[in-house]
């Protein structure tokens, strides 16, 4: 007996179903070089017209290899991701077919050139340090040139960084200069840009920095960058990040640091005792996070442990199962693009919690973030926030509402239902159970991983089993480093600059409400110093204590501001009493050891750039540290070496003229020596 779902042939019709001139419906197949590029069409037509004689003779794999040869050997890219996609490309035409290896060739090189297409200049001409220097340096000798020429023809100020951003870019390189055209003749700050643009050093360092995020975005392109190849971060780029660590080694142990008074400290010292030693820094942020929630203790407030991610489309693998798969969403955006995408959410979610309105009041809470990147290199957010218990359902909803409210089509199916799992991923909230932990044991494990694997061994990730936290440490901090992102970031707690600074004091006050303040801080007991601070409630222009700075002027004559101290108020029923203390009264500057002179070779003036640059030594790289009061190079003014468009825009030769006179003598009697 059949079964009602089996197919039944009729046997009497056999003879014509087997006849061979009966017509047959032929199933189409799409035909996928119709979507390839006229370039990719003719290589491939040239590789089938040459393999049409030798078909059968060459292996599988030869086949393969020399397809995929054939195809990469037209894409412009670095020799890694070439050799890369190389082998990829010859493994899915070996394992998919020929069909399947065009359409990936096609998507991955369309998205590494999407990364590439970054950077104002040609990649080929900054992928090697010397090259760098020289476009920097060429930059720069453009940017004088058509200053000089447009300062002889009496351009305003605003007309002449329209002209140098005109022929040099620096607004491509630089987007925060975009912005310039809202600047008047009158402000000031144009000639602080004026002065950078004309800097190689300047050039030099904002090159880098474009460099390495397009190279490594790239990488991430092309598929280097994932729990199977290298997680979090490309080889590469890992490489890079030891290089410069054993660079920055090599030139600490040639420098010492050397105070007014005569007294030198080795800088390699100075460096282990300060949070740029790894360990101190995860002692400092365990200290602060511990006092967190001491505090919250005390003020019975609810820990909340929040996990906030980027869209899919940002997002270049999926996990399906225990495996990761290409995610065909994603739009090619770099990991810097995924972040401030979240940063642009958590600023309207602050915002809004911060607004007393008519339904409800300001929502109380405090904490800290930490960001982390999955094994493809995009960046989440994992965070505890102490909250007030009759806040906590207004800050959860709020919070689950913004992080949902923008490129929201992926949460909801066609019929408007919603997807539980997508909107998980995007944000996850916690209430941590104190039966089986505090805050601090939550974030511990992250603050560990982000910076030195401490009490990590024999711990994978989450989402990778095979990816050991301890293995990944570089990968995690080369990964940071290269898209300069700030990867730990308190929320609504008293300053940690002025926490650091009351450390430096070593003698008690006899105000008593400074001496508990400076007190706490000595100790290290961070809930004590957050509560005599004001508290949760106290926003940060009224705390008690502020730092205090004293003005000069940097090496492109804009006034910044530098710590010397310590200020403090306090309201005795009416009677204000205020404190000023120095911590900062010795000066100090970077020596070599054993050589006194080198300290006058100091970067200071726009004038003495050039030099450092050609001479490519390590020492014109310093370190930015709180300890490093650079002395600045002395204008000579019987030298005839420097801009005199830079001489004229020194604060005592404002000081003496007049507007109109200044802008006589700068714009009608300027000559460019």
């Not at 800290?368 to 906590?392: I, K, L, N």
């Not at 995007?426 to 601090?440: M, P, S």
């Not at 494990?445 to 301890?470: C, M, P, Q, R, W």
């Not at 004001?534 to 910044?560: F, I, W």
Request: a neutral charge.
């Amino acid at each position: 007996m059949l079964d009602k779902n089996t197919s039944c042939v009729d046997l009497d019709n056999v003879g014509d179903l087997m006849d061979p001139s009966r017509l047959r419906v032929q199933k189409e197949t799409p035909n996928t070089t119709e979507s390839l590029t006229p370039e990719l069409r003719a290589v491939v037509a040239d590789f089938v017209e040459s393999y049409k004689h030798k078909y059968n003779v060459d292996s599988p794999q030869e086949r393969a290899n020399d397809f995929a040869s054939s195809v990469l050997n037209k894409f412009d890219f670095p020799y890694d991701i070439k050799n890369y996609l190389d082998k990829a490309t010859a493994r899915k035409f070996k394992q998919k077919g020929f069909k399947r290896a065009l359409s990936f060739i096609e998507l991955r090189s369309g998205q590494v050139a999407q990364a590439f297409s970054m950077l104002p200049e040609s990649w080929d001409k900054v992928d090697t340090e010397y090259k760098r220097a020289r476009l920097a340096d060429e930059l720069a000798g453009r940017a004088r040139m058509h200053l000089a020429d447009a300062v002889k023809n009496g351009l305003s100020p605003f007309e002449l960084l329209m002209e140098i951003n005109k022929y040099v870019g620096l607004s491509m390189w630089v987007p925060a200069f975009e912005h310039s055209a809202e600047l008047k003749d009158g402000d000031a700050a144009y000639k602080y840009i004026l002065n950078r643009s004309i800097d190689d050093v300047f050039w030099l360092r904002t090159i880098n920095t474009a460099v390495i995020i397009a190279f490594e975005s790239a990488r991430r392109a092309a598929g280097m960058v994932s729990p199977h190849v290298s997680p979090y971060a490309s080889f590469n780029n890992r490489q890079w990040f030891k290089e410069r660590q054993k660079r920055q080694a090599e030139w600490v142990e040639k420098m010492a640091l050397e105070s007014d008074e005569g007294e030198t400290l080795d800088l390699k010292d100075v460096r282990n005792a300060s949070i740029a030693n790894p360990a101190n820094r995860r002692h400092e942020l365990m200290a602060r996070i511990r006092g967190c929630q001491e505090y919250a203790d005390s003020v019975g407030f609810v820990a909340l442990f929040v996990t906030l991610t980027a869209p899919g489309k940002y997002h270049r693998l999926k996990k399906r199962g225990k495996y990761f798969i290409e995610n065909q969403n994603w739009n090619g955006a770099p990991p810097v693009m995924a972040h401030r995408w979240i940063s642009a959410v958590w600023e309207k979610f602050r915002s809004a919690v911060g607004r007393e309105t008519k339904k409800r009041p300001a929502l109380d809470y405090f904490g800290m973030r930490v960001v982390e990147p999955h094994v493809d290199g995009t960046p989440h957010w994992h965070a505890v926030f102490f909250v007030a218990p009759a806040h906590v359902d207004g800050f959860t909803k709020m919070l689950v509402s913004y992080q949902t409210k923008y490129d929201c089509n992926e949460l909801y199916t066609e019929d408007g239902r919603r997807k539980e799992r997508a909107i998980k991923a995007r944000v996850d909230i916690k209430k941590i159970d104190r039966n089986k932990g505090d805050a601090v044991a939550y974030i511990a494990k992250y603050i560990s991983k982000n910076i030195d694997g401490f009490e990590l061994e024999g711990l994978n990730d989450l989402d990778a089993k095979k990816v050991n936290l301890v293995d990944s440490i570089v990968n995690v901090t080369s990964w940071s480093r290269a898209y300069c992102f700030r990867q730990f970031q308190f929320q609504k707690t008293p300053s940690v600059t002025v926490w650091r600074e009351l450390r430096r004091i070593k003698v008690a006050h006899e105000a008593v409400w400074f001496e508990k303040i400076r007190a706490s801080a000595d100790c290290g007991c961070f809930a004590s110093y957050f509560d005599f601070m004001g508290g949760y409630q106290t926003p940060q222009s009224r705390r008690p204590v502020y730092t205090s700075y004293t003005l000069t002027e940097n090496k492109y004559q804009e006034n910044v501001k530098i710590i010397d101290g310590l200020l403090g108020f306090f309201d005795d029923d009416g009677d204000m009493e205020n404190v000023q203390v120095f911590t900062r009264e010795k000066v100090w500057k970077m020596v070599k050891k054993g050589v006194e002179a080198v300290a006058d070779t100091v970067v200071g003036s726009v004038s003495g750039l050039g030099a450092l640059v050609s001479e490519g030594s390590d020492e014109s790289r310093f370190p930015r540290s709180s300890v490093n009061n650079c002395t600045q190079i002395e204008n000579d003014e019987n030298k005839e070496v420097e801009c005199r468009f830079t001489k004229h825009l020194r604060p005592n030769v404002l000081a003496g003229i007049t507007h109109d006179e200044y802008a006589e003598e700068l714009f009608n009697g300027f000559k460019w020596i």
